[in-house]
T-cell receptor
Framework: SAVISQKPSRDICQRGTSLTIQCQVD?????MFWYRQQPGQSLTLIAT?????????ESGFVIDKFPISRPNLTFSTLTVSNMSPEDSSIYLC???????????FGPGTRLTVL | QKEVEQDPGPLSVPEGAIVSLNCTYSNSAFQYFMWYRQYSRKGPELLMYTYSSGNKEDGRFTAQVDKSSKYISLFIRDSQPSDSATYLC???????????FGSGTQLTVLP
C-alpha cells in the first residue's frame, strides 16, 4: 500500500490569507485526489489532481479558491486562497493503489481560520 | 437525496458483540465498494474492498454487497474496544476514480 504524508498537519490562519498544503506519496500513483472533511461530517471531493495538466474540480469548488498543482507522480499541493472561517476543515489527499483498485489517504491537515 | 446514505449513529456495543454497519446507495453505476475506519484526528484507513456483489471476509470483518438492493454491509465479529472509531462506506463507478462517501457511523465498543 502507498504511504501518504501531508504538511502541515495543522495550522491556524487569519482571514484573507492563503495556505498551501503539501501531499507526498512514497511511490508513484496514477490518480491523486483532494477531499475536505468538515467537523463531524464525511469526506467531500474537491478535485482530482492531474499530473501535468489542470486539476478537475467538483461542483461547488473552483480553481481560484483551491488552486492545485501536481508536478509529478508522487507530489501534489492544494492552496486554500483568501480564507474565511467557513474554510475551517480537515483537508485530505489520497492516491490510488495502482494494483488494488482503491485509494489510500494521508493523515489530513487540520485548518482553523480565525 | 444523497447518493450514499449511512446511519450516523452513534452506536455503542459491549465488547464481544457482533456489529452490523450498513449503507444504501442510489447510483446503479457504482461497482467498487469500500469500508474505511477513521480514528479521531486521523485519516481514513482502508479496511475492506469489494468489487461488485458478494461477500468478502478478512479476520473478524466481513463485507457484503447486494447490488440488486443497492445495499452494503460491514460486520465486525467479537468486537474490541480498539474497534471504536468512525466507519465510512465509500463507493465508485470506475476503478480508482473519485469516491463517494457515506456520512460515517461512529462506533464505541465498551470494555
Amino acid at each position: 500500500s502507498a504511504v501518504i504524508s501531508q504538511k502541515p498537519s495543522r495550522d491556524i490562519c487569519q482571514r484573507g490569507t492563503s495556505l498551501t498544503i503539501q501531499c507526498q506519496v512514497d511511490s508513484q500513483v496514477t490518480m491523486m485526489f483532494w477531499y475536505r472533511q468538515q467537523p463531524g461530517q464525511s469526506l467531500t471531493l474537491i478535485a482530482t489532481a492531474n499530473q501535468g495538466s489542470e486539476a478537475t474540480y467538483e461542483s461547488g469548488f473552483v480553481i481560484d479558491k483551491f488552486p492545485i498543482s501536481r508536478p509529478n507522480l508522487t507530489f501534489s499541493t492544494l492552496t486554500v486562497s483568501n480564507m474565511s472561517p467557513e474554510d475551517s476543515s480537515i483537508y485530505l489527499c489520497s492516491g490510488d493503489s495502482g494494483s488494488t483498485d482503491t485509494q489510500y489517504f494521508g493523515p489530513g491537515t487540520r485548518l482553523t481560520v480565525l | 437525496q444523497k447518493e450514499v446514505e449511512q446511519d450516523p449513529g452513534p452506536l455503542s456495543v459491549p465488547e464481544g458483540a457482533i456489529v452490523s454497519l450498513n449503507c444504501t446507495y442510489s447510483n446503479s453505476a457504482f461497482q467498487y465498494f469500500m469500508w474505511y475506519r477513521q480514528y479521531s484526528r486521523k485519516g481514513p484507513e482502508l479496511l475492506m474492498y469489494t468489487y461488485s456483489s458478494g461477500n468478502k471476509e478478512d479476520g473478524r470483518f466481513t463485507a457484503q454487497v447486494d447490488k440488486s438492493s443497492k445495499y452494503i454491509s460491514l460486520f465486525i465479529r467479537d468486537s474490541q474496544p480498539s474497534d471504536s472509531a468512525t466507519y465510512l462506506c465509500a463507493m465508485s463507478a470506475l476503478r480508482t476514480r473519485q469516491l463517494t462517501f457515506g456520512s460515517g457511523t461512529q462506533l464505541t465498543v465498551l470494555p
